[in-house]
């Protein structure tokens, strides 16, 4: 799996979201690698990390991070959330989660309603075999609509698709299933590091609602809600969601790498 690593002081390991790649992040990077080493994340079959070996699936992916990566702040956006959540319970070496537009569940249920119908995740599963690179395009949409710098957020997201290559069409249809199948609801209560969770009022993938439902199930946890954000709201508005997560690693105190 190939992970990226840059800048110095606390580790930051970030996780990025369904068909993209580490350089997703390129705007938080250009604001936090002064004061943080990045370790950026491409999941299996995504980006460098297409011929990795292992599928794209919670344990063993959350495993091979937590293997190559050091205690440290997980960062995750909207499916890489799942990782996350999956590497917290399984390690305390996560010391602090951020979740960007992300959920213990991704689609509405009887107990659930602050989410997407399920079908929708499974349409775009039959659409993808269909028309590939339409179908991709088309899910970006889904990940700007709304927000107040939609057009610009469009375009770096469709710069950035394909910029390590072409995701895995297995690996894009584990990651649909995983969106439509998760539910690590029941990990939150047992949380036992501070998590910071920060939304785009104007998501339509994930409504704000079912993140600070899901902030309040966790025990140490703080919500923050972007006006004007969609679903990827550390593009169109970087330097807040940077002073925030600065702010949340700041509180935590955790050294850099090799500190004594």
Known sequence: MHIEVTGSGP?????????????????????????????????????????????????????????RTPPAVWLAWSLGGLFALQAAALSPQVRGLAMIAATPRFVRGQDW?????PAVFSQFGSELQQDYRGTLERFLALDTIGSEHARAELRTL??????RGEPAPVALQQGLGLLEQSDLRAALPALSVPSLWISGRRDRLVPPAGMREAAALAPQSRYLDIASGGHAPFLGHADQVAQEVQKFMHNLQIPAVGAT
Do not use: C, M
Not at 30 to 56: K, M, T, W, Y
Not at 113 to 117: D, K, L, W, Y
Not at 158 to 163: G, H
């Open 158 to 163: 469709k710069q950035t698709l394909y910029a």
């Open 113 to 117: 309603t602050h989410a997407v119908e």
């Open 11 to 67: 580790p930051l390991v970030l996780i990025h979201g369904w068909a993209l790649h580490g350089g997703v992040f390129a705007p938080l990077v250009e604001r936090l690698s002064a004061h943080h080493q990045l370790h950026l994340v491409d999941l299996p079959g995504h980006g460098r990390s297409r011929d990795a070996g292992i599928p794209l699936a919670l344990e063993p992916a959350a495993n091979e991070i937590l293997a």
